[in-house]
């Protein structure tokens, strides 16, 4: 089985075109086609598997959810909830009040109120939170099994919503806040007091994403990812505690490779498996398409009892910005 894992595409469907003609695909939908693409040629099965956040910052909002809906409607691909997706559900459901500018060109494509509009977040609450198959996982932001113990009452077999009820019980101060939080947005702490950084956006942030696979890092500089311009005070304490580590998201026994979006990598001339890896299990397939990086994908070949066999990495070019 090979598996065609996508990172973030953010509205750029010209690239996820362009990405999967070099993955081997052809016939790609077009406008109103749900007839499914060719996939490349060989002998083994293939599954496109998106890793979330299709929507938001890019250029072309309706044309990218357009595209991955066909694919999904011809039976060739998965497209993973991501924190975008999640966001705005969340924020058509009244569950959010905090609007980021990168929604603002999705609400271009879909006016709010518009049929279109509910039409795409009824989709997107359809979404599945993450895939899991023998020899591979996938999720947008964190793959911790504590989370998806909390959330798995409230999925499906292929691990979508049953009701409405888990984005309810998602929202700020609910019971599956900090699962969803940590599972589509990344695991977080608190920075100590006096330390700031400013994101790639200029938002000022007071919690830092951490590098949630580490077992134990020597010191908060070690365990942060993505800080910016981070000002370095405080940050040879050590994280205490220490909640994440490798119980988190390793089953005894099991060999099992994991795929995730959403950390905005500085990109490479050429990512490679040294670039994109976050430890022996876990890669990072997010190479921040729309700020002038790539837009990443991994075909991953496992044998019929889900042995790794060999994987590559293919890019396009992304925006320069957006």
């Not at 397939?285 to 009892?305: H, I, N, P, T, W």
Request: hydrophobic share 40%.
């Amino acid at each position: 089985m090979i598996y065609d894992v996508i990172g973030d595409v953010h509205g750029c469907a010209a690239q996820l075109r362009q990405l999967l003609e070099r993955l081997g695909y052809t016939h790609l939908p077009q406008k109103g086609d749900l007839h499914p693409p060719v996939p490349p040629a060989g002998d083994h099965d293939h599954l496109l598997l998106l890793l979330g956040d299709i929507i938001d910052r890019g250029p072309d909002q309706r044309e990218t959810l357009e595209l991955v809906r066909a694919l999904i409607a011809g039976g060739r691909a998965v497209c993973l909830m991501g924190n975008h997706e999640f966001n705005a559900v969340m924020e058509a459901m009244g569950l959010r009040h905090k609007r980021s500018p990168a929604h603002l060109p999705f609400l271009q494509a879909y006016p709010e109120g518009s049929a279109d509009f509910y039409d795409a977040i009824e989709w997107m609450k359809g979404l599945p939170w993450w895939f899991e198959a023998p020899g591979i996982g996938a999720v947008h932001a964190c793959w911790n099994l504590k989370c998806f113990s909390a959330l798995i009452p409230h999925l499906d077999e292929r691990r979508c919503a049953r009701s409405e009820q888990i984005f309810r019980l998602s929202a700020r101060g609910e019971e599956l806040w900090d699962d969803a939080e940590i599972v589509l947005k990344g695991a977080e702490m608190k920075l100590p007091e006096g330390v700031r950084f400013f994101d790639k956006e200029g938002i000022e942030r007071h919690e830092v994403r951490v590098r949630w696979w580490l077992d134990a890092p020597y010191d908060i500089a070690e365990a942060a990812i993505n800080t910016g311009d981070l000002r370095m005070g405080g940050l040879k304490a050590r994280p205490d505690p220490w909640p994440w580590g490798a119980d988190s998201y390793r089953v005894p026994g099991e060999e099992r490779r994991i795929y995730v979006g959403h950390y905005w990598l500085e990109c490479q001339e050429r990512p490679d498996a040294e670039v994109a890896r976050f430890s022996e299990q876990i890669f990072c397939l997010d190479f921040s398409c729309v700020r002038g990086g790539k837009l990443c994908a991994c075909q991953v070949e496992l044998d019929d009892d889900g042995r790794f066999i060999g994987q590559r990495f293919v890019t396009v070019p992304g925006l320069k910005s957006c």
